[in-house]
């Protein structure tokens, strides 16, 4: 990558530290991304929410159900906590190292090695996620159709019209976000982000509404817990990572912060404090309504609606509100994964010099971007259960970059003396047991599955 020059400065604009720097080079950028349109604070934020909020919102309820209610909701609070904190460490390397992406910061910290990891962590993280989101639009909208359509036996079997099957939902939507894949900032999509926010919190207030009116009839269910269930040690384990990677932002945290009009470490900060907040109110009201209102029954909780406890106009509204989400997640999660692939197919992912830097043409850069969303779209519209393996995934791709990656490359840009050290040092040792207890879980849930 390209040698910049820089200065230390002795202290950082919040007086944390002593190891952040000034530049006199133009930090990186993606191909395309200059002179795009920027977002505001409420744009950036929203794209950080959008980031965050996906398919495991549904999980939470299951959170509370193993891990209790007390735990379960001070568990996702220091989730949120612990995803400030690392995002600090990503914006101080960035300062160090004058890099605006984690292949920069991964170079800086540990040349050619780090840039193959961090970028093969990058596309299997980004694209999986892609593919998760394909996956759950499409069986919730086969779900919903076949509440209301009589040709539809709702197994999604062969034999039914394929109006009734996920594989056409997941890529009818693979087709309809396409342009989206295009777009050369994140700004482009932080309108995408804006309606995928308003979904999901239609979502929360439905589910909250539900509360309350069980709340005031006097019908919640009598089947909570505060405290962890230890009977299932192997189920705690999983939903372990379920929270510690609830506010994971961070594996798109670079690219929305170039978007960032007048972009600054003290804006972007102000962008993951708001995004925090609102994202702490979807999960805690959402979680603890739902778990309130079903009980363990909460573990599937769009399962848990029907069109006879909630009536048809919010069974409608709350499916198509979460798909609406599912769908406009895609094209956010894909952005950061292109901008990879872009780099390793141009070369430019190792070159040394801004003078070696190559573009593709126009014509190539279009296929490469209709190939690379091809894939996700396919897996999504062949898989059948891949389960396992999205877990696998989420206990070692997405913890390095919330914990592994951040405080690696602190520590290493620091040579161990920045200000902010001992949290870099607890939280890599949590990611690190958090890494070992995912993974046990996963392979024991396949042992379980297949055995």
Known sequence: MRNEEYNRLSESEFGASKEVVAFYAKSEVNPGEEGQKKTGILGTSLNLVSSTIGTGLLGLPLVLHVLGIVPGVIGIILSAFFGIVTGDLLLRCKNITAKENFMGMAEASYKKTGIWIVNICQIITNLGLGINYLIIFGTTVESLVATYAPQCTGKGVSTDPFFCQKWFYSLAVGILVLPFSFAKSMAKLAGASTVKVIAIITFTLITV??????????????????????????????????????????????????????????????????????????????????????????????????????????????????????????????????????????????????????????????????????????????????????????????????????????????????????????LLAFGIVMLIFGLWSSVLNFIEEYA
């Open 209 to 426: 509404g539900y509360f309350i009116n069980n709340l005031i009839k006097g019908d919640l269910s009598s089947d909570i817990n505060f405290l962890p269930d230890v009977s299932k040690p192997v189920k705690v384990l999983g939903i372990l990572n379920i929270v510690t990677l609830s506010c994971s932002y961070q594996f798109n945290l670079m690219p929305i912060y170039r978007s960032l009009e007048r972009r600054s470490d003290q804006r972007i900060k102000q962008c993951i404090l708001i995004s925090a907040i609102l994202t702490l109110f979807v999960y805690i009201s959402m979680a603890l309504s739902a778990f309130l209102s079903f009980g363990s029954k909460a573990d599937d909780l769009l399962d848990s609606f029907t069109k006879n406890n909630i009536g048809d106009v919010f069974f409608i509204m709350l499916n198509v509100a979460f798909a609406i989400s599912c769908s406009l997640s895609f094209p956010v999660v894909f952005f950061e994964a292109r901008n990879v692939c872009y780099e390793l197919v141009t070369g430019n992912a190792t070159s040394k010099d801004a003078k070696d830097e190559k573009k593709l043409s126009t014509f190539g850069y279009i296929v490469m971007v209709i190939l690379l969303h091809s894939f996700p779209v396919a897996v999504a519209v062949f898989a059948t259960s891949i389960n396992n393996i999205f877990q696998l995934l989420g206990s070692t791709t997405m913890n390095c970059f919330v914990y592994l990656f951040p405080c690696l490359f602190y520590m290493k840009l620091t040579k161990g003396r920045g200000g902010l050290m001992s949290f870099a040092i607890g």
